[in-house]
């Protein structure tokens, strides 16, 4: 029998204030102590790493001893040499000791060290919704299954059902299970936050659209599945299309290990229609299932720890972020820390736009209070301890800063030239804009994973906010290689749009993260010294030239050869020589526009730029096609 998911029950009325307070001094006393690597009850407790001298002298050997150790293994060393973790672990088991690395508490590694350090004791867990993510190729229906899940699962109460975007939201069935579905449909969300260490997600739903099958998205969502090394569960979806074939993609996905039961795995499938809300109970058993199979829990009794799922600035509000609750259960007006960020939480919000005063585990909650913007994957914790809490944000805010420097010097203008110079790279230059955080880091990852040999690939700028005038600014200010404006979920405004123009500065809006890539990938692959073919299609003579008070000189034409198409390119060719090369602004027929103008067909036509255009000339029209090498 499935036991009780007691993520609602209230924490046992510890005393807030008290719990706080001892949470802040212990906190303290771990941030003031300082384990020294060395032996400690007959183990050689690491901290940190010594020089051969220290170490010979932390396990009473002699500096000789270490040295022939080495040397054995044909390594001339002296005493100064400072030995790594893994060489002082070899050391320790040669020498009789067993081996543990201390996590020190310290302000840069807060949030590392602590979920290393602090562990529950097995009688204070409790329960808890587990955290599904959805993932699978574009267009097979993780919007629409996200949706059909929120409507189908409208809680007596809730008219209007769920009503804000979060990044994540929870269900209720009706026995009253909850589970939290990730609402950041996407993997390079996904892979983001696991790769900062926010692994939030328990089980994956593989979605694979039953008329398609297996797509290239479908094959990454394995990876970073598998890579996270949660259970899938594979959703055939679409399967009341008339090409529907289930079976085919059982198949198809065998090749990547995920194995159905009735083939002998142990992978659960679902059939069913994300549209047609076919299925859906079916799968919520399932994820139900793994739930009980897995007895996902966490100690609902303690101060708050999560991850920051989404985070932007509101113009009235100030920050505002969707957080999801991990452990403990978090209070309105705590004060906590998030990455760099910390504040009191003053006004905390669900799904259903309601005031909530408490979040436990799995809880997704929008809160507001922070002083400033968090980032997608940040962990958070409560600190109340205004003045821990802000010296914590601060280092943790230098350390970022720090490393930022050191990406930028990848990233830094200078840099780009002399990369070109050094090694005649080609740049695309990025400055990347969007609408949250979330997306902005989510770009940022799949960006950094873009390979095309030979190009380099510079993000100049990532932020949150529209595309302004700074950013055409900064895009002006690149001298080499391309440089492009990309506008996620952004629209800039006119005044933006026309220095844009000015500055040749192209500006590329999308919604689709997977089409950025995709864009980028072949613009990357353009740049690669295409070799273009060219195909002349056609020639025209021109037998009569016609002046227009508002078109300008129209060329009366006469096709002598092929055909000419509106989309030509054209060249204008006078007594042998090219004079001009450009396209053609209108081919008409009579009064007609027309797409294409064949072998002894006459018309009118007019050359974008050009208004030179004589009797005798000859426009011929080609196009290029590239080479495939
Ligand atoms: N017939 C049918 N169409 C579906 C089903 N599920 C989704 N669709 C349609 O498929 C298209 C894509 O669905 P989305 O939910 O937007 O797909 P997605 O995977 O979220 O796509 P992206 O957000 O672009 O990655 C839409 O036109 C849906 O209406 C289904 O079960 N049956």
């Known amino acids: 029998m499935a036991k009780n998911i007691k993520t609602n029950k209230k924490p046992e009325q510890v005393n807030k204030k008290e719990m706080s307070k001892q949470h802040a001094k212990q906190i303290k006393q771990q941030l003031n102590e300082r384990v020294a690597t060395g032996i400690i009850d007959g183990v050689f407790v690491y901290t940190e790493t010594l020089s051969i001298a220290d170490f010979a002298s932390q396990i009473g050997k002699s500096v000789g001893e270490i040295l ?26 040669e020498f009789g000791f067993d081996f543990r690395k201390e996590e020190t508490l310290t302000k840069e590694n807060f949030f590392e060290a602590l979920d290393a350090t ?8 409790e329960h808890r919704a587990p955290i599904v993510t959805i993932m699978g190729h574009v267009d097979h229906g993780k919007t629409t299954l996200l949706d059909s899940i929120k409507n189908t699962n409208v809680v007596d109460g809730e008219a209007g059902g769920i009503t804000q975007a979060i990044g994540a939201y929870q269900v209720t069935n009706k026995d009253g299970k909850k589970i939290t579905f990730i609402d950041t449909p996407g993997h390079e969300a996904f892979s983001e936050m696991r790769s900062r260490g926010a692994n939030v997600t328990d089980i994956v739903i593989l979605i694979v659209a039953a008329d398609d099958g297996v797509m290239p998205q479908t094959e990454e969502a394995i990876d970073h599945a598998k890579l996270a090394n949660v259970p899938i569960i594979v959703f055939i979806n679409k399967c009341d299309k008339p090409g529907a074939d289930p079976e085919r993609v059982k198949t198809e996905l065998m090749k990547y290990e995920i194995v159905a039961e009735e083939y002998g795995g142990d992978i659960p499938f679902v059939q069913g229609s994300a549209k047609q809300k076919l299925g859906l109970d079916q799968l919520e058993e399932t994820i139900l299932l793994i739930a009980e199979m897995h007895d996902y829990k966490a100690n609902p009794n303690k101060l708050a720890k999560g991850v920051v799922l989404e985070a932007h600035l509101d113009k009235a509000k100030g920050p505002v972020a969707s957080i999801l609750v991990k452990e403990g259960t978090l209070d309105i007006r705590d004060m906590i820390i998030a990455g760099t960020t910390y504040g ?7 799904e259903y736009n309601k005031k909530v005063l408490k979040a436990g585990p799995s809880k997704p909650v929008v809160i507001y209070g922070l002083n400033v913007v968090p980032s997608a994957g940040d962990k958070f914790i409560v600190m109340n301890d205004e ?15 720090a490393a930022e420097r050191n990406s930028n010097q990848v990233f830094s203008l200078d840099s780009i030239k002399k990369h070109i110079d050094d090694g005649e790279l080609k740049a695309i230059n990025l400055i990347v804009k969007a609408d949250t955080q979330g997306s902005v880091e989510a770009l940022k990852g799949s960006l950094s994973k873009i390979d095309i040999t030979g190009v380099k690939l510079n993000i100049i700028r ?35 749009r026309k220095k ?34 060219e195909i002349i299609t056609g020639s025209a003579e021109i037998r009569a030239t016609f002046k227009h008070s508002d078109i300008g000189t129209i060329g009366g034409f006469h096709i002598v050869d092929g055909s000419i198409e509106r989309k030509s390119k054209v060249r204008v060719v006078r007594n042998g020589i090219v004079i001009y090369t450009g396209e053609l602004a209108t081919l008409k027929h009579l009064k007609d526009d027309i797409k294409e103008a064949k072998i002894n ?3 009118g036509l007019t050359i974008k730029n050009f208004n030179d255009i004589k009797e005798g000339d000859v426009v011929e029209g080609y196009k290029e096609e590239e080479v495939k090498k």
């Open 344 to 350: 009191n939480i003053k006004h905390m919000e669900d």
């Open 462 to 496: 990532a932020s949150v906010g529209t595309i302004t005038l700074s950013d055409v600014t900064l895009a002006s200010t690149v001298t080499d290689g391309i440089v492009l404006i990309y506008g996620f979920n952004v629209r800039p405004d006119a005044a933006v």
């Open 118 to 125: 602090e562990e529950d004791k097995p009688e204070d867990l």
């Open 500 to 533: 844009a123009e000015e500055e040749g500065i192209e500006i590329r809006l999308h919604n689709i993260i997977y089409k950025v890539i995709e864009e980028l990938e072949d613009a990357a692959k353009g740049m690669l010294d295409p070799v273009f073919k």
């Open 601 to 603: 067909s006459e018309g």
């Open 387 to 401: 003045k821990m809490a802000r010296t914590i944000a601060q280092a943790q805010a230098e350390k970022k800063l």
């Open 68 to 93: 022939k150790y080495f040397f054995a293994q044909g390594l001339m060393l002296n005493q100064n040499v400072v030995l790594s973790e893994e060489q002082m672990a070899q050391l320790a088991f």
